[in-house]
Antibody, heavy 114, light 110 residues
Framework: QLVQSGAEVKKPGASVKVSCRVSGYIPTDLSIHWVRQTPGKGLEWMGGFDSEDGERIYAQRFQGRVTMTEESSPYTAYLEVRGLMSEDTAVYYC?????????WGPGTLVTVSS | QSVLTQPPSVSAASGQKVTISCSGSTSNIGSNFVSWYQQLPGTAPKLLIYDNNERPSGIPDRFSASKSGTSATLGITGLQTGDEADYYCGAWDNSLNAVVFGGGTNLTVL
């Protein structure tokens, strides 16, 4: 089960850090990915941890502006987005992934508004 | 503009069958497994199909999927009002080095 942090309201230019706590059985090859959904629009993959080679992969459009990290006890993943713009207003989902996203968290609404 | 192409909406009568198409390219669907997700109104997406045609435990066999070349299809039989949702296809893209999704298809059960 994935438990995400609560909704956030941020001003343009600010940063936000969303957390995702994993409860229950945690496999040693756990990978967490992040996907966002802008209002009324579809899904956009932001990146994730590849447990096979131990590297984080970021979607090109987010490289340099997004950081994904993990802590092991309790297992918690974090997504930090810097330099927020109004276009970053979205629901941010963490997902477990075996190649592709499988189990999804409930989502965290991030609103960027002046 | 999504990398994978889905029809924006489909509809069918209760109890009938519907199919949802997902078109891609050799760098995504043509080379990798396809997953399908169901997003009920106001909720997070849920995995319906993985590895082209496999159902996770708990997903009824009314849901099925197939892949041919650079296209994939989701089929739903015995439609129920509870199936009204947005459906997304997804796959890894070797050129973009990213997971890509379709734009989503809204299903209406008449």
């Amino acid at each position: 089960q994935l438990v995400q942090s609560g909704a956030e309201v941020k001003k343009p230019g600010a940063s936000v850090k969303v957390s995702c706590r994993v409860s229950g059985y945690i496999p040693t090859d756990l990978s967490i990915h992040w996907v966002r959904q802008t209002p009324g629009k579809g899904l956009e993959w932001m990146g994730g941890f590849d447990s096979e080679d131990g590297e984080r992969i970021y979607a090109q459009r987010f490289q340099g502006r997004v950081t994904m990290t993990e802590e092991s006890s309790p297992y918690t993943a974090y997504l930090e987005v810097r330099g927020l713009m109004s276009e970053d207003t979205a629901v941010y989902y963490c997902t477990t992934a075996s190649g592709m996203p499988d189990l999804w968290g409930p989502g965290t609404l991030v609103t960027v508004s002046s | 503009q999504s990398v994978l192409t889905q029809p924006p909406s489909v509809s069918a009568a209760s109890g009938q069958k519907v199919t949802i198409s997902c078109s891609g390219s050799t760098s995504n669907i043509g080379s990798n497994f396809v997953s399908w997700y169901q997003q009920l109104p106001g909720t997070a997406p849920k995995l319906l199909i993985y590895d082209n045609n496999e159902r996770p435990s708990g997903i009824p066999d009314r849901f099925s999927a197939s892949k041919s070349g650079t296209s994939a299809t989701l089929g739903i039989t015995g439609l129920q009002t509870g199936d009204e949702a947005d459906y997304y296809c997804g796959a890894w893209d070797n050129s973009l080095n990213a997971v890509v999704f379709g734009g989503g298809t809204n299903l209406t059960v008449l």
